[in-house]
């Protein structure tokens, strides 16, 4: 079939806007919406119309048609193999969000509706994550999870003891974040159980989702895991050395997910300039090892909305990641005064503030400005940070200004409250305080940085203005287009129902692309308005 012949004169461009301009067309809302119907675009003796493929079987010569509506189901969106590989339906992750904000009931959710989902481990004890792992395997593995190992260069002890938890409970799937470089434990984990099989080919039980936002960082991912570990994992018996050789042919992770400005940690790089980079770099690391399954590459960050992912999928994304859109849905680990503070957050609410995990790097997350003063708060405690060099050396007013309003309580307190904590779970962090008075000092701010999340999630009402929200530009977009519909209300709004109006919408957008690239016109304002999920099955069915 002849779409638009390029060729019929000298100038392309021109050639194409005299054939749009003859076949202007309107198309119905309800074609393009079909997602799965074909339709042809049909040139009765100079009048254009769209028909079903059904309709015009047989009665239209072939000359009469002009163009084609290709199905779009929500399962061709992103990569098949990733589909495949990871046991889903849909290319469609919830990302981790700390201290069980992506719950259990999350991504039991997503799992459930053939979508991935991640337990939000970091900031939560071990025996917390323990619990989360037993619930999410209670019906026996029926559906696809995994689990955050957020890189903790301030307390290597407990990213060992989640590796080992990972290994003993059997979770087979990990989303690795935060990482500069690899570590032990993180090529303990992928490499654990390799093997070939029957066919020769090489399996690694153990997958690993990498979400990076720096190329020096994709770069070690997309790369076999370094010699130094093998070694060091073949000497204390986690390896065989036919294990360790089978390890240099597989990469670290075979998915990496590239996080543009997004909720929480973020380097608030822009999607459409960083994912172009990765993606080239995928390219040329595959072609450099030969790796049996191919690099993939995932988007994150400012995924909200059907155009968002259409731009997503249309650079090349493998799969798509959201985050800030659902720690606004019901299943999540937050509490409703937060969830209606996140319905509420336009474009321009939101700021970045001082980290609690990487504090004294100076490393920021992006949070919610409006409604709360932590950002201004967590500034401040940054600033006095740098400008002192002991708890002691706070000036007398600022120190009872902190004690009054930021801690209520006296400094003295929080440290005696902060050291009982790590006396426990981490004591170096102790002995290294005590010989250190500007760790210290650091440590004695982070348990504000610590606690107000843990305020945020419990809906402590009497520390409101201290909530520490992690949020990215993603919530004002999605405000905005679910505002005066079925997602509108907080109650509606649940991940899976989220997910599949931002895949639908992104399929009904391609196809009405595809309208557009052949002279149609849609004139339909509410194109990609959400719907409700019935709605949404109807028109899949
Ligand atoms: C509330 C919140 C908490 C987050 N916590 C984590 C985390 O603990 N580990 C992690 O890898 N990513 C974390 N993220 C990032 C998300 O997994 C996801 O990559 C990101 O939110 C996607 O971008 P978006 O916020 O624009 O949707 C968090 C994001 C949010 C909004």
């Given at each position: 079939?002849?779409?638009?012949?390029?060729?019929?004169?000298?100038?392309?461009?021109?050639?194409?806007?005299?054939?749009?301009?003859?076949?202007?067309?309107?198309?119905?809302?309800?074609s393009?919406?079909?997602?799965?119907?074909?339709?042809?675009?049909?040139?009765?003796?100079?009048?254009?119309?769209?028909?079903?493929?059904t309709?015009?079987?047989?009665?239209?010569?072939e000359?009469?048609?002009q163009?084609?509506?290709?199905?779009?189901?929500?399962?061709?969106?992103?990569?098949e193999?990733?589909?495949?590989?990871?046991?889903?339906?849909?290319a469609?992750?919830g990302?981790s969000?700390?201290?069980?904000?992506?719950?259990?009931?999350?991504?039991?959710?997503?799992?459930?509706?053939?979508?991935?989902?991640?337990?939000?481990?970091?900031?939560?004890s071990?025996?917390?994550?323990?619990?989360a792992?037993?619930?999410?395997?209670?019906?026996?593995?029926?559906?696809?999870?995994?689990?955050?190992?957020?890189?903790?260069?301030n307390?290597?002890?407990?990213?060992?003891?989640l590796?080992?938890?990972?290994i003993?409970?059997?979770?087979?799937?990990?989303?690795?974040?935060?990482?500069?470089?690899?570590?032990?434990?993180?090529?303990?984990?992928?490499?654990?159980?390799?093997?070939?099989d029957?066919?020769?080919?090489?399996v690694?039980?153990?997958?690993?989702?990498?979400?990076?936002s720096r190329?020096?960082?994709?770069?070690r991912f997309?790369?076999?895991?370094?010699?130094?570990?093998?070694?060091?994992?073949?000497a204390s018996?986690?390896?065989?050395?036919?294990?360790?050789?089978?390890?240099?042919?597989?990469?670290?992770?075979?998915?990496?997910?590239v996080?543009?400005?997004?909720?929480?940690?973020?380097?608030?790089?822009?999607?459409?300039?960083?994912?172009?980079?990765?993606?080239?770099?995928?390219?040329?690391?595959?072609?450099?090892?030969?790796?049996?399954?191919?690099?993939?590459v995932?988007?994150?960050?400012?995924?909200?909305?059907?155009?968002?992912?259409?731009?997503?999928?249309?650079m090349?994304a493998?799969?798509?990641?959201?985050?800030t859109v659902?720690?606004?849905?019901?299943?999540?680990?937050?509490?409703?005064?937060?969830?209606?503070?996140?319905?509420?957050?336009?474009?321009?609410?939101?700021?970045?503030?001082?980290?609690?995990?990487?504090?004294?790097?100076?490393?920021?997350?992006?949070?919610?400005?409006?409604?709360t003063m932590?950002s201004?708060r967590?500034?401040?405690?940054?600033?006095?940070?740098?400008?002192?060099?002991?708890?002691?050396d706070?000036?007398?007013?600022?120190?009872?200004?902190?004690?009054?309003?930021?801690?209520?309580?006296?400094?003295?307190t929080?440290?005696e409250?902060?050291?009982?904590?790590?006396?426990?779970?981490?004591?170096?962090?102790?002995?290294?305080?005590?010989?250190?008075?500007?760790?210290?000092?650091?440590?004695?701010?982070r348990?504000?940085l610590?606690?107000?999340?843990?305020?945020?999630?419990?809906?402590?009402?009497?520390?409101?203005?201290?909530?520490?929200?992690?949020?990215?530009?993603?919530?004002?977009?999605?405000?905005?287009?679910?505002?005066?519909t079925?997602?509108?209300?907080l109650?509606?709004?649940?991940?899976?129902?989220?997910?599949?109006?931002?895949?639908?919408?992104?399929?009904?957008?391609?196809?009405?692309?595809?309208?557009?690239?052949?002279?149609?016109?849609i004139?339909?304002?509410?194109?990609?308005?959400?719907?409700?999920?019935?709605?949404?099955?109807e028109?899949?069915?």
């Amino acid at each position: 079939m002849n779409i638009v012949n390029l060729n019929s004169n000298s100038a392309g461009s021109d050639s194409y806007r005299s054939f749009t301009a003859a076949t202007k067309f309107n198309c119905s809302l309800e074609s393009i919406q079909q997602i799965k119907q074909a339709f042809f675009v049909i040139n009765k003796e100079g009048r254009v119309e769209v028909q079903s493929t059904t309709a015009v079987n047989g009665s239209v010569s072939e000359t009469a048609i002009q163009g084609m509506l290709l199905p779009c189901p929500l399962e061709s969106l992103g990569e098949e193999s990733f589909c495949q590989d990871h046991g889903l339906d849909y290319a469609y992750v919830g990302g981790s969000m700390a201290k069980g904000i992506s719950s259990v009931a999350m991504v039991k959710a997503f799992g459930r509706a053939g979508m991935l989902g991640f337990f939000g481990s970091a900031g939560l004890s071990l025996e917390q994550v323990e619990d989360a792992i037993d619930q999410l395997k209670a019906d026996g593995d029926q559906f696809p999870f995994g689990v955050n190992l957020i890189h903790s260069p301030n307390e290597p002890e407990l990213e060992k003891a989640l590796i080992d938890l990972y290994i003993r409970k059997q979770v087979h799937l990990v989303e690795a974040s935060a990482f500069m470089a690899l570590s032990l434990p993180i090529v303990k984990y992928r490499t654990h159980g390799i093997h070939r099989d029957a066919a020769g080919q090489i399996v690694t039980p153990n997958k690993v989702i990498a979400k990076i936002s720096r190329e020096e960082v994709a770069a070690r991912f997309m790369a076999p895991p370094t010699d130094k570990f093998l070694q060091q994992l073949v000497a204390s018996g986690d390896l065989t050395a036919e294990q360790a050789e089978l390890a240099k042919q597989i990469p670290m992770a075979q998915d990496i997910t590239v996080e543009a400005d997004s909720g929480g940690h973020t380097d608030n790089r822009p999607a459409l300039s960083l994912f172009p980079t990765i993606n080239a770099q995928k390219e040329t690391c595959q072609q450099q090892y030969d790796y049996q399954q191919k690099l993939r590459v995932g988007l994150g960050g400012g995924i909200a909305t059907p155009e968002s992912a259409v731009a997503a999928l249309s650079m090349g994304a493998a799969y798509l990641v959201t985050g800030t859109v659902n720690q606004a849905c019901v299943e999540s680990g937050t509490c409703d005064t937060v969830r209606q503070m996140l319905a509420e957050t336009r474009q321009a609410d939101i700021t970045m503030a001082p980290s609690g995990d990487m504090f004294e790097m100076g490393v920021k997350v992006q949070v919610v400005k409006r409604g709360t003063m932590f950002s201004i708060r967590a500034g401040k405690l940054y600033e006095l940070y740098r400008a002192c060099d002991s708890v002691e050396d706070i000036p007398a007013d600022e120190r009872d200004k902190l004690e009054k309003t930021f801690f209520k309580a006296p400094l003295a307190t929080i440290w005696e409250q902060t050291r009982s904590y790590f006396a426990t779970r981490d004591p170096r962090q102790v002995e290294k305080a005590e010989a250190d008075p500007k760790y210290k000092l650091a440590l004695v701010f982070r348990w504000y940085l610590g606690q107000s999340p843990v305020w945020a999630n419990q809906g402590d009402v009497s520390r409101k203005i201290d909530y520490q929200i992690w949020c990215g530009p993603a919530m004002g977009a999605f405000n905005e287009w679910v505002q005066g519909t079925c997602l509108d209300a907080l109650p509606q709004r649940q991940v899976v129902a989220v997910a599949y109006n931002i895949l639908f919408g992104a399929a009904v957008l391609m196809r009405a692309n595809q309208i557009k690239q052949q002279g149609g016109i849609i004139d339909s304002p509410a194109l990609v308005k959400p719907l409700e999920i019935e709605q949404i099955k109807e028109l899949l069915s």
